[in-house]
């Protein structure tokens, strides 16, 4: 009798005990947390909020949910490292291109910016602002190379003038002088420089509404038609006025203006 009880009591305790191991093994709220805190990244990434993970672990089936979460962590940070290297590798593919990283595309301002660094040669080719800005921002414009300085090149020398010499100058014609050039027939101009005939209608083709004078080229006087010494000098020219004039030469004193 005593034997079958004892026999009794003995498996009721290993049954209590049975039944007491999971509320035993069971974790607290704060151990719970702390598993999803550590695993956070992959507990979001798997939609696992906390208070269901925690819900979970409570009841005891976190053991299984841990080890799972480990793992999809694991893979995720696989996943990432590849994406970080497949990324990476399209950097380096972009640089060597000279597109921008990661398919980016520069802002207005950063466009004009470059315009502006290179105003000059862009306005050379013709190239405007709004078009570079808008060839920049599509990643087709290329940086325009800063345009070299013109090269200024040195006028030649000017030639020093030529010294001129001047005739010297000759004695007033006498009365004497004047009767005989009357008789003489007017001889043929011999031109020394600019706007000096030789004909007196070559200097009236010249000026036709001006003055036709004789120069005489020795002595810078010039005379009008109608007296002795037009046209019978020794050396002289036909010349409008106001070439004489320009040229140094003054009318003669004892003649009248026409």
């Given at each position: 009798m005593k034997t079958s009880?004892?026999?009794a009591?003995?498996?009721?305790?290993?049954i209590g005990v049975m039944a007491l191991a999971p509320v035993a093994n069971a974790k607290t709220a704060k151990e719970c947390r702390a598993e999803w805190t550590a695993?956070?990244?992959?507990?979001q990434a798997?939609?696992?909020?906390?208070?269901?993970?925690v819900d979970e672990c409570r009841g005891g089936a976190s053991a299984d949910k841990?080890?799972?979460?480990?793992?999809?962590s694991t893979a995720a940070e696989k996943k990432s490292t590849a994406a970080e290297k497949k990324s990476e590798g399209k950097e380096k593919a972009a640089d060597k291109m000279g597109a921008p990283a990661g398919g980016e595309k520069k802002t207005a301002k950063e466009c004009r910016a470059e315009w502006t660094a290179n105003k000059a040669a862009n306005q050379a080719k013709g190239v405007t602002e709004k078009a570079y800005v808008d060839q920049c921002r599509n990643g087709t414009a290329a940086a325009t190379p800063a345009a070299a300085p013109a090269?200024?090149?040195m006028a030649p020398p000017v030639a020093a003038p030529k010294d001129t010499k001047m005739a010297p100058p000759m004695a007033p014609a006498n009365s004497n002088t004047k009767s005989n050039a009357k008789t003489e027939t007017p001889g043929t101009g011999k031109p020394e420089g600019a706007?000096?005939?030789?004909?007196?209608?070559?200097?009236?083709?010249?000026?036709?509404?001006?003055?036709?004078?004789?120069a005489n080229l020795d002595s810078k006087i010039y005379h009008f038609s109608g007296h002795a010494d037009y046209?019978?000098?020794k050396e002289g020219a036909y010349m409008c006025e106001k070439d004489a004039m320009s040229q140094g030469l003054r009318a003669a004193k004892n003649e009248k203006h026409p």
């Open positions: 009880l004892a026999g009591l003995l498996g009721s305790a290993i695993n956070k990244a992959a507990n798997k939609g696992i909020t906390e208070k269901a993970y841990s080890k799972a979460n480990e793992k999809a090269e200024t090149k706007n000096q005939f030789a004909a007196e209608n070559a200097a009236k083709a010249h000026c036709p509404a001006g003055l036709v004078v004789w046209g019978h000098t």
